[in-house]
């Protein structure tokens, strides 16, 4: 579907917006839900961070009529694009892992959603983690394909390719935002290749399926 540069661009001034006004509370020490526990916590936090980074572009994408297959979102090239992002989520792994003198391949092990689950015991630690890979996952994962869409519509760009501009762009709006939460330079350049990657795999291979799985593999990865 063909979109209007200015649509594109007031549905970027939109998602940006959310995600800027909600910076004050993205570190954990200034959590509006620091003080919960358990699976209450994990829903909250799931539910803030949905709101966060998937109500505003699933709403737009309704708004605007348009189908999940305009993203990538289909069966077609579905191997091709979870394979790149499996040799890509290893080239992240190696990297951190060279970085910190230490292997750190589990997904989420870090993530304090996962660090909750696993106090609320089983079964509910199932949930959780489901939780956790849907929303900090899947969700963030298509939220950098949207973004990278937009940018491509605004900018008029074919969005195919290893250099296209909204998977850049995405990479540096993911570096500077874990910047801006005082991760630092090591944050930014490691979100900065997240977000660039979960970027480029469907401007490689025609089909997001593996940019939800990058960010699924990828995210707040631990010790083995």
């Not at 661009?9 to 959310?18: K, P």
């Not at 890979?133 to 491509?152: H, K, M, Q, Y």
Request: aromatic share 12%; hydrophobic share 55%; proline share 3%.
């Amino acid at each position: 579907m063909t979109l209007s540069r200015r649509a594109a661009a007031v549905d970027l001034a939109l998602v940006l917006g959310v995600a800027l006004a909600s910076l004050r509370w993205a570190s954990p020490a200034n959590s509006p839900f620091k003080n919960m526990h358990g699976m209450a916590a994990v829903l909250a936090l799931a539910a803030f961070q949905f709101t966060v980074e998937g109500l505003v572009p699933l709403l737009l994408v309704v708004i605007r009529r348009e189908k999940f297959s305009d993203f990538g979102l289909t069966l077609g090239k579905a191997g091709k694009s979870i394979s790149l992002a499996i040799a890509l989520a290893a080239l992240y792994d190696l990297c951190v892992s060279w970085r910190a003198a230490a292997w750190l391949w589990v997904p989420l092990r870090r993530h304090t959603a996962v660090r909750l689950s696993l106090g609320a015991g089983f079964p509910w630690e199932i949930l959780g983690f489901a939780v956790t890979i849907a929303v900090w996952g899947c969700v963030e994962g298509l939220f950098g394909v949207f973004f990278a869409r937009r940018v491509d519509q605004f900018i008029g760009h074919s969005g195919t390719g290893w250099l296209a501009t909204g998977a850049l762009a995405f990479g540096c709006y993911n570096g500077l935002l874990h910047l801006a939460i005082g991760q630092g330079m090591e944050g930014f350049l490691t979100n900065f290749f997240s977000g660039y990657a979960i970027g480029a795999i469907p401007a490689v291979s025609r089909n997001a399926v593996g940019s939800a799985l990058f960010q699924s593999l990828t995210n707040a990865v631990g010790r083995l």
